[in-house]
């Protein structure tokens, strides 16, 4: 059973259409929810830690919230430049200095001009 | 402020050659990561480094081995390189200081034939 599930596996929009991405996930202790960018042929970079249900982070035209069970990165009025693979990973509390991530397989961002 | 930096970018390989993937970060970072990443799979942890002086598997480690050189650097290894191995390679590195946040190398391209 997948710890972290994105979805939808792809989402296509017009510049300015407005949506949501999903990242539900099972553990028995969040330590944190991260989400990544990702381009073609390059490293994920980093966006946003969340750390308790509640808790929301906003940059640019992204914000990140957090459930006890998911989290959304909403897009509001996306570009073109937004286009990405946008990736979802969860960070378990178990103690120690093992902060390790666990993925989803991620979301196919396509923002059409 | 070069990050985390791997070598080779790209290579290609024949079946049961062996080859090291080279690491360096240069932030300082406790933790250090290797990640491959396949098309449909996500990213999945090979091995990690919690500490200097300290390695340990991850989810997919068979095949594989690793070297905590020094607190900078954290090398991979494949003794007997198979298809199977082939994939994109990501060095990742990460301390408490940055609240845990593991950050990417650019990837390694690697080709099994």
């Known amino acids: 059973e997948d710890q972290v599930t994105q979805s939808p596996e792809a989402l296509r929009l017009q510049e300015g259409e407005s949506s949501s991405l999903n990242c539900s996930y099972t553990v028995s202790g969040l330590r944190g929810l991260f989400w990544y960018r990702q381009d073609p042929g390059k490293g994920p970079e980093f966006l946003f830690t969340?750390?308790?249900a509640g808790e929301e982070k906003e940059k640019e035209r992204l914000k990140a919230t957090l459930t006890k069970k998911e989290s959304f990165l909403h897009i509001t009025a996306p570009k073109p430049e937004d286009s990405a693979t946008y990736l979802c990973?969860?960070?378990?509390?178990?103690?120690?200095?093992?902060?390790?991530?666990?993925f989803g397989k991620g979301t196919l961002l396509t923002v059409n001009p | 402020n070069a990050g985390v930096t791997q070598t080779p970018k790209f290579q290609v390989l024949k079946t049961g050659q062996s080859m090291t993937l080279q690491c360096a970060q240069d932030m300082n970072h406790n933790s250090m990561y290797w990640y491959r990443q396949d098309p449909g799979m996500g990213l999945r942890l090979i091995y990690y480094s919690a500490s200097e002086g300290t390695t340990d598997k991850g989810e997919v480690p068979n095949g594989y081995n690793v070297s905590r050189l020094n607190k900078r650097e954290f090398s991979l290894r494949l003794e007997s390189a198979a298809p199977s191995q082939t994939s994109v390679y990501f060095c990742?590195?990460?301390?408490?200081?940055?609240?845990?946040?593991?950050?990417f190398g650019e990837g390694s391209w690697l080709t099994v034939v």
């Open positions: 969340l750390y308790s």
């Open positions: 990973a969860v960070q378990e509390n178990s103690g120690g200095s093992n902060y390790k991530l666990t």
């Open positions: 990742a590195s990460s301390t408490p200081g940055t609240g845990n946040t593991i950050y």
